[in-house]
């Protein structure tokens, strides 16, 4: 077993109001909310999701800020340790299609036609990422956003590029954030993006 801490800080220093939303700490088999020290509740909670997760919503005045405590217990097992295939109903909610995360019949040609001849999930994610490392451009922060206007006009932020990878192919990916990049992480080896 290990205890982790971290503190999140945020402050709105813009001279508007800030709408900000923060993930829930998820609490499973392998990890337990030993502490949590919130100085300011959230005006909003969402449904926690199929996948556990929950979404925190903030208002925040000028000047206004969140500072939150953790402290986090992580229990290793064989379990966690294991790689675990998705349920069907778990599997259709990571590759639905959303307003920011549309997979159009092009999208899906695309893919197909830079995967062409591949078997393996790996392989694939690899492919794909190497054809957008080629042809489209990192630029932040993005006009639009989305799969559609990344295709559109071959450039966005890590966002973008995690989104069109982890989600292009059917593959049940999601894309994580340390601070530093964007990952694709799900049942194929995590990916790095930006």
Do not use: Y
């Given at each position: 077993m290990k205890r982790f801490s971290y503190r999140f800080r945020f402050k709105n220093r813009?001279?508007?109001?800030?709408?900000?939303?923060?993930a829930e700490l998820p609490v499973h088999h392998?990890?337990?909310v030993k502490q949590d020290t919130?100085?300011?509740s959230p005006d909003q909670s969402s449904q926690t999701d199929i996948a556990g997760n929950r979404i925190s919503y903030y208002c925040l005045k000028p000047g206004e800020e969140i500072e939150n405590d953790y402290e986090i217990e992580v229990t290793p097992s064989q379990e966690w340790d294991s790689p675990r295939s998705l349920?069907?109903?778990?599997?259709?909610f990571y590759l639905r299609s959303t307003a920011f995360v549309r997979i159009t019949d092009?999208?899906?040609?695309?893919?197909?036609e830079i995967c062409k001849g591949l078997e393996a999930d790996e392989s694939k994610a690899c492919a794909l990422f190497d054809y957008v490392w080629k042809h489209f451009r990192y630029i932040y922060p993005p006009k639009e956003r989305g799969t559609v206007s990344f295709l559109?006009?071959?450039?966005?932020?890590?966002?973008?590029?995690?989104?069109?990878?982890?989600r292009t192919l059917p593959l049940p990916e999601y894309p994580l954030s340390d601070g530093g990049g964007c990952f694709c992480y799900g049942e194929t080896?995590?990916?790095r993006v930006g």
């Open positions: 813009r001279r508007g109001e800030m709408k900000v939303w923060l392998g990890q337990r919130v100085r300011r349920s069907e109903t778990e599997r259709a092009e999208i899906r040609e695309l893919a197909a559109r006009n071959k450039k966005g932020d890590c966002g973008e590029f995690s989104f069109f990878i982890c080896p995590c990916t």
